[in-house]
Each structure stands twice: as C-alpha cells, then as structure tokens.
C-alpha cells in the first residue's frame, strides 16, 4: 500500500487525507496543533462562495491598500515595515494583474466543481456542521462598488455561475432582519454556508476510522528527499522518530513556504491575517434579529454567516503584517460596529474575537500538484477561498497521485 505522508492537519490538509484514505491510500497526518482545524481552519466567515472568486490582483487593490495605509481600522492594512518577502510577493501580485480576468473565471469555475465534492463527503461522514442552503447577497451601498460588481459579474458567468442582480426592495425581501439601507446587490443562491471547524473534524474522525494516523503536537524537524519519497523526522512527546514516505502532500498554509524550500520549491506564500467574530446570540431578541442568509459587503470587505440558532460569525479585513496572530481591537472593532449598524438589534455584548492567517500566492491562485522531485505534492495557497475549493484540489491531488503511481507502477 502507498504511504503518503500529509503535513497539515487544516481544511485542504484533511479533505486530502480524506480523498486520499477512500482511495485505498495508507495516509499520515501532521500537525502542531492538538486536533484538526485549530489555526485558519478554526473560524472562518463560514461561506462556501463561487460568488466571492473574484481574485485581488487589480490596480484597484492597490490603490485601496496606498490609500488605506494609515488607516488602523481599514478592511485592508498594509504595515509598511518593508520585508524582502513582503516586497517580493507584492512584486509577483503585481505582476499577476495581467490575468486578473483570466484568474477570476478559472477560480469561479474551480469553487463550482468544488461545491458536489465537499457535500458528497459531507453526506458520506454524515458531517454535522450547521450548513444553511440560502445562498449568498453581495449588498452595496456606493455607486462606484456596485459597478465594479456588474463588471465581475459578466466574468463569473463565464465561469457558468448563476447569479443574479436584485434591487434595494428585493434586498430587503431576500434578509428581511437587514437593516442598512442599500442600493442593490447580488444574489447566488447556489453558494451555502456552515462552520469550516465542526466540518474538518467530522472529516478528521472519518479518516481515522479508515485506518488514517494523525500526529497531533508534533513538530517536524527535518524532511529529506529519497528516491521516489521522502523521509520525515519528527518530534513527538520528547522523543524524535523518523520514516520512510512514497509521497508527501504539503498541506500546511502560511508554513508551506518553509517546507517547500527544504524540498527545493519556490511556493511563495504570505501570511494574509483575517479576523472575526462569532457573536453569542443569548436572548430570544438576538436571535430573531441575526441574518439567516449569508451577506458580504464589498465595500467594507465584511461575511456573515449564521451558524445555528445561537452563534452569528462575522468576518473579514485583510492585514500584511507578516506571521503575526495578536488579535488588535482597532481591527477588530469595526466588525462589531458593522453589526450595530446593519443589525441594531442583535446584542454584540458576548462576541468572541479570533484571528488567522491566510496562506496567498502573488498569483491569488491556489499550488495544486507535484513539485520538482518525484512524490512531492503541493494542495496550498488558497486564501480567502480555502474551504470554498479544498474539496475540488484535494480530489485534483489524489488524482495526480493516483496517476504517478500507475505510471510507476507501469
């Protein structure tokens, strides 16, 4: 049996243990953390969006971050203590602008393949993981962001997304608990919502009971290339182990750069820090007054999503401020302000704060497939958009290995 090892115990680490393991595939799982989903995977804004595809690489972006610089509390802050790798990715980005439209289509289509692939497993590990099918409103209160939306929105029908413009009125019938006046927005009723945490874990527990082993709270220390494999060394409770692998995938968001250098791989990954909130909905006022159906605010680059009767996530903000995870409340504040003003009546008194780091390339597109030695594989980089496609390049993954096996094998 082919033994792949996978480091990262996150969403694109376990959906590709997962598709992995029901192949036949004897699968090991590291990761630092004690359990599954514990870093980016933890609290996401819980939307499954092909309608969020769009990707960043467009001079508008950069004048938004120039023009926000300064400003603590913008939905996109740019610490300007320059960096080599800060400097180097935002060169590549640039360089990436080019493809922007090219980009979008190709990571709306992949979000639409995605979506069969996730609730097929979903419905094969019977996963619990509050999914609410209302679809996604794009909502915009400024002429200018709801242009900018009609122009993405011919490139996401390329892609074979169907979405549909609605007026203010309709807007309102669409999330009536909504609050804001608002000119318009954008409505997908084939994108979901649920909470990325509960679901890696149901994955996670799957893939044990098929004969998985996952390496919770260990650090591995040294990755060698042999052959057609690799061997990893590892920490584990005070004591070093070492093993033979056929293969290995590298799942592990903002530390796969490292992990890609020591297998001679240029995968130029920054940490992008994205925040949220999961807001308590204790009183009986709250909960009738929170959203049921999933909203983002282009212009204040803020998601919703409802999880459950009693817990409302909001998130959003992009932060380059290299590996860094303390939780600021100048970043923090306006999603809670964003609340008190879109829905007044839902009580933010019990929130709980958490930030994470999302895994970017220059390019905005996710590393899915092999790396320059043989049995080396990369399912990394996804972004803003990691649960969104994990399904679809985690099955792209295990149908890469499953054709350099028979091609070995031959």
């Known amino acids: 049996m082919t033994h792949i090892a996978?480091?990262?115990?996150?969403?694109?680490?376990?959906?590709?243990?997962y598709a992995l393991a029901r192949r036949g595939y004897d699968v090991s799982v590291f990761d630092r953390n004690r359990y599954a989903a514990m870093e980016t995977s933890f609290a996401n804004g819980g939307q499954l969006s092909a309608s969020n595809a769009e990707v960043w690489t467009r001079w508008g972006t950069i004048f938004k971050g120039l023009k926000w610089m300064l400003k603590s509390d913008a939905p996109l802050l740019v610490n300007p203590a320059p960096s080599w790798h800060k400097l180097s990715w935002m060169a590549e980005f640039m360089?990436?602008?080019?493809?922007?439209?090219?980009?979008?289509?190709?990571?709306?289509?992949?979000?639409?393949?995605?979506?069969?692939?996730?609730?097929?497993?979903?419905?094969?590990?019977?996963?619990?993981?509050?999914?609410?099918q209302r679809g996604i409103l794009h909502v915009y209160r400024q002429p200018s962001e709801f242009d900018h939306a009609r122009r993405v929105n011919a490139l996401l029908e390329k892609a074979g997304l169907e979405r549909r413009e609605v007026s203010a009125d309709e807007v309102q019938r669409l999330e009536p608990a909504l609050q804001a006046d608002t000119i318009g927005g954008f409505y997908t009723q084939s994108d979901f919502t649920g909470d990325i945490h509960r679901y890696t874990r149901a994955l996670s527990d799957r893939c044990e009971k098929m004969g998985a082993s996952f390496y919770y709270k260990c650090k591995v220390t040294d990755i060698t290339h042999i052959g057609a494999g690799v061997r990893l060394t590892w920490e584990d409770a005070g004591a070093t182990e070492t093993q033979a692998f056929d293969g290995i995938v590298v799942c592990a968001g903002v530390g796969s750069r490292a992990i890609a250098a020591q297998l001679g791989d240029r995968v130029n990954i920054y940490p992008v820090?994205?925040?949220?909130?999961?807001?308590?909905?204790?009183?009986?006022?709250?909960?009738?007054?929170?959203?049921?159906?999933?909203?983002?605010?282009?212009?204040?680059?803020?998601?919703?999503?409802?999880?459950?009767?009693?817990?409302?996530?909001?998130?959003?903000?992009?932060?380059?401020?290299?590996?860094?995870l303390d939780i600021r409340d100048d970043r923090i504040r306006p999603l809670r302000e964003w609340c008190e003003v879109f829905f007044p009546d839902v009580s933010t008194e019990h929130c709980v704060p958490w930030a994470g780091l999302r895994p970017m390339l220059p390019s905005m597109m996710p590393k899915v497939g092999p790396g320059a030695k043989p049995g080396v594989y990369y399912n990394t980089g996804h972004g803003h958009l990691g649960w969104t496609l994990s399904a679809a390049t985690a099955q792209a993954t295990a149908d890469i290995i499953d054709v350099n096996r028979m091609k070995n094998a031959a």
Do not use: C
Request: charged share 25%; aromatic share 8%; hydrophobic share 40%.
């Open 95 to 132: 360089g990436n602008i080019p493809d922007y439209e090219r980009n979008t289509i190709e990571t709306a289509r992949l979000a639409i393949a995605a979506r069969e692939h996730l609730l097929e497993f979903a419905r094969e590990v019977d996963a619990d993981f509050d999914m609410e």
């Open 273 to 324: 820090k994205g925040y949220s909130i999961t807001v308590n909905l204790d009183d009986a006022e709250s909960q009738a007054a929170a959203p049921w159906v999933s909203l983002l605010d282009d212009e204040a680059k803020v998601v919703t999503s409802r999880l459950g009767r009693k817990r409302f996530r909001i998130a959003g903000t992009a932060e380059f401020n290299g590996y860094n």
């Open 6 to 17: 996978v480091i990262g115990a996150g969403i694109t680490g376990i959906t590709t243990a």
